[in-house]
């Protein structure tokens, strides 16, 4: 089943609308949270309440891509979790908020602009990069993959990449400065 019908069946309230989107995307969705979340019990619990998120924010919102917007929920509810859980302890497991710390925190940023802009100063910034650099900072900032895993995969060193994602951080660090928008 396609993205479109899966929307369609959201738009008109049907249950089975939740079976079809952790039929598609389920996995998907496990795995992205897992990259964030030791414990099985967090990661289901992050993908429920992110498929509740999808409910309840289908009608209104029509995405054009059902995963990329269901993602980003999931997303949303392992930092969350994740942040929860690093607070719990005072340190631990910080993969993603490296980012935060070089940008000043996105949630400061997310204060001074509307949502909309950031995403628009952050796809500019994207969009400038090489592909493989893209890659590389996505999949470590959106998706959470460990460093090694995206070195092993992309076919460099783990020390190659962990340097260059340092220099991704300080390139956009001076790029929303250059916009204004450092804070």
Not at 145 to 171: K, M, Y
């Amino acid at each position: 089943m396609d993205d479109s019908s899966i929307i369609e069946l959201f738009f008109s309230r049907s249950e089975t609308a939740v079976a079809r989107l952790l039929a598609q995307y389920g996995r998907l969705f496990h795995q992205l949270a897992r990259n964030f979340l030791s414990s099985e019990e967090d990661v289901e619990e992050c993908v429920n309440d992110a498929v509740l998120d999808v409910w309840s924010t289908i009608p209104p919102q029509n995405p054009r891509s059902l995963s990329a917007y269901s993602c980003a929920l999931v997303r949303r509810r392992a930092v969350d979790r994740l942040r929860y859980k690093t607070a719990e302890r005072r340190g631990g497991h910080a993969i993603c908020l490296e980012l935060e710390e070089g940008i000043a925190a996105l949630e400061d940023a997310e204060d001074y602009l509307d949502q909309q802009e950031l995403k628009a100063y952050l796809n500019a910034f994207l969009s400038g990069l090489s592909p493989e650099n893209r890659r590389l900072f996505v999949r470590r900032y959106f998706y959470g993959e460990s460093i090694g895993a995206i070195a092993d995969d992309l076919r460099i060193r783990e020390n190659t990449a962990a340097v260059r994602l340092s220099r991704l951080r300080e390139q956009l660090r001076s790029y929303l400065r250059e916009q204004d928008v450092w804070i």
